[in-house]
């Protein structure tokens, strides 16, 4: 603001005014943005009625789309319950693996949905709330044919996973493996089917799910080899939001929605 004190003697009342513009302009651009103004994001997604879950569709069963085009799964039903909760209208919106976190540090959409593994390096960008565990192991084609049994066997191998992932990450830390990139995960399972890749690193919820729906393709070739939590993605800028879905969370633990929503889509004896 200095140059606008140096303006000359004749100019000072030009200079004011834009300087009172300039600091209304100012004021009334952040009150939209913090929790100082009259609305902070959770009162705003309850005045428009509606709230925009962003994912990836391609991780079935927790999110991907039928025949009809429709987003369905386990994520899609629980951001439904969660807005009826709030009051509101369910909107998905699918989006590129690689452009969920920076499409929501750009407040494009409310929250994601996308089975995402809490991992200290997105905590830089977003907040979590956790929902699900899952554990990595290794697909391979109907009777294994290259005798993979665990990671180490993964050594001379082309392993297809999906990039930006914690399956990437794990794969990349066997030295010695060709790792071969793929935007969907769903891409890189064919690679697998069609023989072009050995194995596939991915979630045990998705790999039995492949079972039930592709019997006869693939075989679940190792164990459970690393567990981690998935949590839905929030705005750091939006706590109260964060909150709110916290407690909703663990309402529908007390009140058997979440059971309800897990057996739907992993059966019974899911737990």
Not at 102 to 115: N, Q, R, W
Not at 133 to 148: F, R, T
Not at 208 to 224: L, Q
Request: aromatic share 10%; charged share 25%; proline share 3%.
């Amino acid at each position: 603001m200095e140059s606008i004190k140096l303006i000359s003697q004749k100019g000072q009342t030009v200079g004011l005014l834009i300087f009172v513009v300039f600091a209304l302009c100012v004021s009334g651009c952040s009150t939209s943005k913090s929790n100082q103004g009259t609305t902070n994001t959770l009162d705003a997604i309850k005045q428009k009625g509606y709230m925009v879950f962003a994912t990836d569709g391609a991780y079935p069963p927790m999110e991907f789309t039928d025949e009809n085009n429709e987003v369905i799964g386990f994520d899609i039903d629980l951001g439904k319950a969660i807005c009826e909760k709030l009051g509101v209208e369910y909107r998905s919106l699918i989006t590129d693996w690689e452009g969920l976190i920076p499409g929501l540090v750009k407040e494009k959409y409310d929250a994601i949905t996308s089975s995402m593994n809490i991992t200290e390096e997105r905590l830089k960008s977003v907040d979590f709330v956790p929902y699900f565990h899952m554990g990595e192991l290794i697909v391979v084609g109907a009777g294994n044919p290259k005798d993979i049994r665990c990671l180490q066997d993964l050594v001379g191998k082309t392993v297809a996973v999906q990039t930006g992932t914690t399956n990437e990450n794990m794969a990349r830390s066997v030295e010695g493996a060709n790792i071969r990139l793929f935007s969907t995960f769903t891409d890189a399972m064919m690679e697998v089917a069609s023989g072009r890749a050995d194995a596939c690193v991915l979630d045990d919820v998705v790999a039995k799910y492949y079972m039930i729906i592709k019997p006869g393709v693939y075989e679940i070739a190792s164990d459970v080899f690393f567990e981690a939590p998935i949590g839905i993605a929030i705005n750091k800028e939006a706590p109260e939001l964060t909150q709110a879905i916290e407690k909703i969370l663990d309402e529908f633990k007390e009140d058997g929605t979440y059971d309800s929503i897990a057996e739907k889509w992993f059966g019974s004896d899911w737990n």
